[in-house]
């Protein structure tokens, strides 16, 4: 339990407040005086440590709310394994480790329970199964949630790689929501068939394959990647996280022919209800071939489609610039510009686009000629030069493992690389492959002064550690990025 208080010289402001009143000899000077120190003791002095007390909670709270909307930023930009066959695992004593497979497209292939920490039988019967899933389905990567078991889940599928010269490889993920998007009335429409532990497998496969399309689908505030959340102003929290989730999916964009109702209603512009009715149009029409037939969808006018059209991709449409971020209204300029400098575009693909800026001495003046602002200019060359680039591909890529490092084979001064799982106020949790994440204290992050430690590292950054200090009866590993 704690209590903060203020503390201050209650003596010397009695004084000053009497000072303040008694401005000449009084016969009630005695009376006044006792006035003054009961008046500042019973509601002066708790009324100034009650407004101090809110202006600090205030500032903790825009604070946490910041680290909280920085880790989700970091997380929903995490690169995705794109044209990967995943086997996700949700581990379990109990009731067992549930399996499901995915294609590169996210429709589940297979799914099953085995008990990969039953007895002996249960064990090997397990690793038969699941070795004839993997080379059955071809599968690539294996993704693991970090819950209940990871541990045990971690060593056994090592073990199966190393022992049946398996060609895949391992991660662990960031499982939390998973059980609460498995029993989700979206997550009931999207896998009916499924029971609801399968669909947190499923999740957790997806998560991995492409964790923003996935991770929109849960609550921000059940991802777990900041600091007190539970006791923040939940209204502005939900404010903040949620322009966070909508900045992400425009940066990024959709593909209009797969993006799921969750995914698109992020969009700018695009409700839930317009969203619905975008994947109603697609199934009884079939793929969409030109943005332009957005405006065939119900509720989805002139106004919303100038706002939503730019985040709006068509792969392999009639028109090659529908795959690109170049908003319908500047593709007038984008040809225009083609035809100055000589090219054009192939309905095959975006060639000899490369050096595209260089090719534009006076940009100024071309965007006069175009009849367009500088800015819009930029970005049309930007995306003509690489065509439907994914922001997230910039970013760090998960470490891959095929081998596990248990809390007992850790020294202190062993360098290892680790992938940052969580930010706080006070340092960075870093998973270095064991079953514990590490901290790394803002004190060891950098040889410079840094006031937080999002000015060196964000989630999902992949950094070497040096182990400080392994206390295994706390399970608590200490690292530094001082190296």
């Known amino acids: 339990v704690l209590k903060v208080s203020l503390e201050v010289r209650t003596d010397a402001y009695i004084k000053r407040l009497c000072q303040m009143i008694i401005k000449n000899p009084s016969p009630y000077t005695d009376i006044l005086e006792s006035a003054a120190a009961d008046s500042y003791k019973r509601l002066i002095c708790p009324q100034i440590e009650r407004e101090i007390r809110n202006e600090l909670t205030e500032k903790a709270e825009k604070q946490a709310i910041q680290v909280f909307a920085a880790n989700l930023r970091s997380l929903l930009l995490q690169p995705p394994f794109t044209g990967q066959t995943i086997l996700g695992l949700d581990p379990g004593y109990r009731t067992g480790c549930k399996a499901a497979v995915i294609d590169s497209t996210g429709a589940v292939l297979a799914y099953g329970t085995y008990h990969l920490t039953g007895s002996e039988k249960q064990r090997h019967e397990s690793a038969d199964a699941l070795t004839h899933m993997i080379r059955d389905h071809e599968v690539t990567l294996i993704s693991i949630g970090n819950g209940t078991a990871s541990y045990e889940t971690e060593q056994f599928v090592s073990r199966l790689i190393h022992d049946q010269h398996l060609k895949c490889r391992y991660l662990i993920a960031n499982e939390a929501g998973a059980s609460v998007y498995s029993a989700s009335e979206l997550a009931r429409d999207e896998l009916p068939d499924l029971d609801v532990t399968i669909r947190g497998a499923v ?271 706390k399970r608590r590993i200490a690292l530094s990025m001082k190296l």
Do not use: W
């Open 203 to 473: 999740s957790i496969a997806r998560r991995i394959q492409d964790p923003l399309a996935e991770s929109v689908k849960i609550d921000p505030q059940s991802i777990g990647v900041g600091q007190y959340q539970h006791d923040l102003n939940q209204k502005r929290l939900d404010e903040v996280l949620g322009s966070v989730v909508e900045d992400c999916v425009n940066r990024v964009g959709v593909d209009l022919n797969t993006a799921s109702v969750s995914l698109l209603e992020h969009i700018s512009g695009i409700s839930r209800t317009i969203a619905k009715n975008i994947v109603a149009y697609r199934e009884e029409n079939g793929a969409f071939t030109d943005r332009k037939q957005l405006l065939k969808v119900p509720k989805l006018g002139p106004k919303a489609f100038e706002q939503c059209a730019g985040f709006m991709r068509i792969s392999g449409g009639a028109d090659p610039l529908d795959a690109t971020s170049v908003h319908p209204e500047s593709y007038r300029a984008a040809r225009e510009l083609l035809e100055r400098l000589g090219l054009e575009l192939d309905p095959a693909g975006f060639k000899g686009m490369a050096g595209l800026g260089r090719k534009v001495k006076d940009r100024k003046s071309m965007a006069e000629a175009l009849g367009i602002g500088e800015i819009t200019l930029d970005d049309i060359i930007s995306e003509l030069e690489k065509p439907a680039r994914d922001p997230r591909e910039e970013m760090p890529r998960p470490i891959l493992r095929t081998d596990v490092l248990d809390m007992k084979d850790l020294k202190p001064g062993m360098v290892l690389k680790g992938t940052v799982r969580n930010i706080t106020d006070f340092g960075a949790f870093v998973d270095i492959g064991v079953h514990q994440d590490g901290l790394v204290h803002i004190s060891e992050m950098s040889e410079k002064f840094i006031r937080h430690p999002l000015d060196a590292v964000s989630i999902g950054d992949i950094v070497d550690v040096k182990v400080l200090d392994v206390n295994m009866a």
